[in-house]
């Protein structure tokens, strides 16, 4: 069993950020809830997801909106506790354990400032395995849990509950609420008992993230290449495969907040002369890389920027032009390439014209 | 103690829409469906607020949206039904009455036809004694009544219940929620006991409505004249004032639907040779009347438009050009003008940039 402690949430940080693929928020805000939280109420357990009893109730927490909001609507952490707070009042349950929706810079912290304030475990596990834009697109979803109801809570102290006749008109009725709210709120939703947690999540996406933290904090103290590293632990988790598929400079990056998302396209001009640029689409998350019209790499496997000298990720909302950077692809577990996963966060999902190709066999 | 029979429909179609200024929706297809629902589950009685008892539990209800959309997006009655439900389940409580949250052509139906189904009685009074385009523009918010928490339900079987911090934020949050469920939706709010209802609500309005519908048919049968009657009846009654302001054709109506209203103004061009024109601003509901900067009456005063030859209430969104009509002012009851009213639904909560002035003294 894992502790979470103040010391850990470095590599949670920065590991999170890697499987966030550029969304999920600021892992720098989260960071600094989740430390506080912790001094205040003690640390959290991280709980393995094969050890959640079949019988606890548990529910998914984290932030929707526009990541480049939440740089200046600074969260303080009440609003997901008014979160659970309804979700509770509203189901006439108390949750005994928390679960991410997604991994990703501030959504892997939420569960953990959240879970220290109520003193509950976080389980090591979520349900996108890596971020996504829309709330739809969960395995909770994808293997049959209803998403409703959604707890939406805001900094003002107003609550929304959201009963729909399914997860994508959930996010539909949740974003609008989210937009109206100033573009960022805070989620409590896919309630669901521990023997169906262990059917329908990623598991280890936690632990995950801080062994990619701390893999990427060792090649950088003993001056190895973080990127071989990087592949090789990667090799050795249940994500198997990753590589990098460019390196260059962000020559452009257009950007704009849409129908509550950040949205956009940044361009990556390879450093090797007579390299066509490679375009990476954006909705809150990285979801393409394309060189020449040819993918490199497509959701749901994950595309990742990372600083080309300190190997930190680069969320969409932080990138800006002249940053140097490389381009990690990371295929995504079985668990998210079945038809019926396909079918909810594929490529077609996000408008994009184009069928899933994993990076690598 | 009246009941609601289907044959006082008619006459409460005609004077509810009279009293909802153009707003409040269509009385139409409110009075199909309230026909039918007392044809399903017997007659409704429609309770004196001051028979209320004081520890009885009620709520307020309606429709929300653009009543352009009524049009198209035909109501069954099960959204309201839906709301209510989803109100009592969220509550905890069943509610002993139900009161109109606006007197207007669909909103003074649907709580008929909630009413019938569910077996309580209607509150004769509403917390607004006309239409009104805003949720929180309402006597019950005026005198201290909380609107929260709001069921908001829509055809589809989707349901949200906000809680919001106050009525302003409550309208802000349920409109995006309306928009987000196609621009119509249906809602339960202001709950509240007897005593309160009896302090904070526009008394009589349900049977003043009756009234006004009685004495327009009554003129028609008698083939006297609609407007001079009608002036006549609510000079017995707590309006007590009424004029004819303009009688003219409908030369121009500028009309789209914004942040989920149907807005827009009105040109009335009079008969009489020389007379200015006389323009309507309209945000669902007719706000006010001016002929060359004057005005002629405004908000909270109703300005209601009446067919030339018929005396048929026009709804904002049947408007057209060509329709001879006579445009009717009606000063509101005294609970509406105090300057905690005017501070809610005065001219500039509308952002007309006049002050209120009564239509008479």
Redesign the interface.
Known sequence: MTTITPDLLDDLAVGAAVLGTGGGGDPYTGKLLARSAIEAHGPVELMPLESVPDAARIAACGAMGAPTILIEKVPSGAELDLAFD?YER?TGHVLDAIIPFEAGGMNSMAPIFAAAKRRVPVIDADGMGRAFPQLEMETFNVYGVDANPVAVADE??????????DAA?SE??A???T???GGQSWLVNYGMDGATAKRVSVPGTMSLAIGIGRTLRKARVGRRDPMAELVAFFAGTHYKHAKVIASGKISDVARSVKNGWSVGVATVTPFEAGQAPVTIAIQNEYLAAEQEGRVLAIVPDLVCLLDLDTAEPITTERLRYGQRVNVLAVQTPPIMRTPEALAVFGPRCFGLDKDYVPIAG
């Open positions: 309804t509203h003002k102290g107003n609550t929304v509950v959201v009963q729909a006749r008109r539909w009725l974003r609008g609420v937009i109206r709210m």
